[in-house]
């Protein structure tokens, strides 16, 4: 029954027709049914923390688009927020948390070790929807990557440079390395309660970790999620495993295989082609498309997703964006990206023009 699933199968290594396809952040404010449950909720993170909102908003893409996946509605940020962070969001700015010096990392060290009563409200959701899902349709859970999240934790908000989380990796490497083993573990926690309730993939969102050099890329950026793969899966034999290193460049080739992952997720500066012969020999590759295209639309969109599609049809593939739908997406513009990767170039015309 499952592996009647397109995107378990394409996880799964098997090359078909037509990819399977989904988009990072296809539940948010582009959507006039987001916005009015959003309302309906209060804040975001009272949307994410109430079950039946967050399950709705999960099903409003799926609904519109008969999207391949759905993925959970939840943020990275609700881990530390589940280890004792205050957490809140200014609305048109992003996430702001209590920033955390050497003191109160060691303070956060000690906090709660039962994050599971937090967190319950996101498991919740994910039973609601393994109930309400279209039998064809995938769940995914997602976590974000130790030190994408590290770095939220250090500076408090989103930064152009991760500048405070380099700092303290250099000022007291020890304290830093504490941090991110205490994100490791209780990600493995978190996502192993997230597949018990019933996600049947999972995503690891390392948005920063292209800012990691060196030897820090591996210290940093494989080490953890690797580290986290290995414990889910010796958890849940056959659980398909995607990672997001979003900016590796380079290090995009041998991630998946070295970090034991199913599927890679390519930015928007991989180049697809190159991928066909570097990553997909290593499994299932999803993504690339500019989310910018998703607001100006018309050919260029059109081209671009054949673009990707035509690169990668040789091997497993997932079609999705390189980052998150932004709140000025145009949602009719969806309708001409599914219309492109269904009757993708070289294939006739049913009426020739
Ligand atoms: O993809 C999905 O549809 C699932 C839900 C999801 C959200 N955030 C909802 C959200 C997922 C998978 C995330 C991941 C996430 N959250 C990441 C990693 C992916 C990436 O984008 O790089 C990061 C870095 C965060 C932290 C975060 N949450 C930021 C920086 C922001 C503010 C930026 C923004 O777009 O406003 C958020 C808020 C957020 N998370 C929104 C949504 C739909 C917008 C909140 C709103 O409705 O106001």
Not at 131 to 148: K, V
Request: glycine share 10%.
């Amino acid at each position: 029954m499952t592996r009647d699933k397109p995107l378990l199968r394409a996880l799964a290594g098997e090359v078909l027709p037509t990819p399977p396809v989904w988009l990072m952040r296809q539940a948010g404010r582009y959507l006039p049914e987001y916005r009015a449950t959003r309302a309906q909720a209060g804040d975001f993170l009272a949307l994410c923390y109430t079950p039946e909102l967050a399950a709705e908003v999960t099903l409003q893409p799926i609904r519109r688009y008969g999207f391949d996946a759905a993925i959970l509605f939840a943020d990275i940020l609700l881990l530390p927020h589940a280890l004792g962070t205050d957490l809140w969001f200014v609305t048109g700015e992003g996430p702001r948390l209590s920033p955390l010096t050497e003191s109160r990392v060691l303070a956060a060290l000690k906090g709660k070790d039962d994050i599971h009563d937090h967190l319950a409200p996101v498991y919740e959701t994910i039973r609601i929807l393994a109930h309400e899902l279209p039998p064809g349709t995938a769940l995914i859970g997602f976590a974000g990557a130790p030190w994408t999240v590290a770095t939220y934790m250090i500076a408090g908000r989103g930064t152009p440079d991760q500048g405070p989380a380099h700092a303290l990796k250099g000022r007291d490497r020890g304290t830093f390395n504490a941090l991110i083993d205490l994100l490791t573990g209780a990600t493995i926690e978190y996502l192993s309660k997230q597949v018990e309730a019933g996600a049947e993939v999972v995503k690891l969102f390392d948005s920063w970790a292209g800012s990691l050099q060196g030897a820090d890329f591996d210290r940093y950026a494989v080490a953890p999620v690797k580290r986290i793969i290995a414990a889910l899966k010796s958890r849940h034999p056959g659980l398909p495993v995607i990672a997001f290193p979003r900016g590796a460049g380079r290090h995009y080739a041998g991630f998946a295989r070295t970090a034991g992952a199913d599927a890679l997720a390519l930015d928007t500066s991989v180049d697809v082609v190159w991928a066909t012969g570097h990553l997909q020999p290593d499994g299932c590759v999803q993504g690339n498309l500019d989310p910018g295209l998703m607001v100006t639309g018309g050919q260029p969109l059109i081209d671009a997703t054949r673009h990707i599609v035509a690169a990668l049809s040789g091997g497993p593939h997932i079609f999705n964006l390189g980052h998150g739908m932004t709140p000025d997406a145009d949602p009719e513009n969806v309708h001409v990206m599914l219309e492109a990767i269904r009757n993708p170039a070289g294939r006739a015309p049913a009426t020739p023009v």
